[in-house]
């Protein structure tokens, strides 16, 4: 069973035109994470939440914002999307142990294309 | 100076061969966390194993070790007995800074895995 999802799987937008990318996850961690990887590279943490507390990764563009309404929903919002933009966008959750560094676990991620 | 370097881009294996895949490390934090995640052409980042600064031993799971030396600050990751499936891009991370929440995964290149019948 699925137990951090990402909706839409592909997703294709217009430049400037906002678009919004969906996690969910089933697994009651909270720590979420949004990573941005583009083609051929390593995935880039944009920001995290623990639980309601936003953070924001300091060379994060403006242009990207988060939303956590509630511990199982996370969303990201591009608000007027460039195509250098254009990146598959991960969802990780983890959950806080003392003691123990945390595993992210990842969604299967968003393929966003900006045309 | 890179965090996380794996200085292979591409590694070529036979069905039931074993491989490693090379991974060295750069951190002055005493607590700090190495993983490796799996990522086929599907996209998904699949966790595969996790070894513990601390950890006496190295992190074994099913088929996967982690060829953990702390000294030479490396972290390999050896996968026994090869299967067509293994075919995909390895990422090696880093979390520094212990147990602290929401720190971000600092991840090497990738090594992109190729497994031949």
């Known amino acids: 069973d699925a137990m951090v999802i990402q909706n839409p799987r592909y997703q294709v937008t217009q430049f400037g035109k906002p678009v919004t990318l969906s996690c969910s996850q089933t697994?009651?961690?909270?720590?979420m994470y949004w990573y941005q990887q583009k083609s051929s590279q390593a995935p880039k943490l944009l920001f995290h939440?623990?639980?309601?507390?936003?953070?924001n990764e300091a060379d994060t563009p403006d242009n990207f914002q988060s939303r956590r309404p509630n511990t199982s929903f996370c969303f990201l919002d591009i608000r007027s999307p460039g195509l250098g933009d254009a990146a598959m966008y991960l969802c990780?959750?983890?959950?806080?142990?003392?003691?123990?560094?945390?595993?992210?676990?990842f969604g299967p991620g968003t393929r966003l294309t900006v045309l | 100076a890179q965090k996380i370097t794996q200085t292979q881009p591409g590694m070529f294996v036979q069905e039931k061969e074993a491989v490693t895949l090379d991974c060295t490390y750069d951190?002055?934090?005493?607590?700090?966390?190495l993983f490796w995640y799996k990522q086929p052409s599907s996209g998904e980042m699949i966790f595969l194993i996790y070894?513990?600064?601390?950890?006496?031993q190295n992190a074994t799971e099913g088929r996967y070790s982690l060829n953990f030396q702390k000294a030479r600050k490396s972290a390999n990751l050896v996968i026994s007995a090869s299967q067509l499936g293994d075919s995909a891009m390895y990422f090696c991370?880093?979390?520094?800074?212990?147990?602290?929440?929401?720190?971000?995964?600092?991840f090497g290149k990738g090594t992109t895995l190729s497994v031949s019948s």
């Open positions: 990780a959750t983890s959950k806080t142990r003392e003691g123990h560094t945390d595993t992210q676990y």
């Open positions: 697994l009651n961690h909270n720590v």
């Open positions: 939440y623990y639980d309601k507390d936003f953070n």
């Open positions: 951190t002055s934090d005493q607590s700090y966390g």
């Open positions: 070894q513990g600064s601390y950890d006496e």
């Open positions: 991370a880093m979390r520094e800074g212990g147990t602290q929440a929401g720190t971000a995964l600092i």
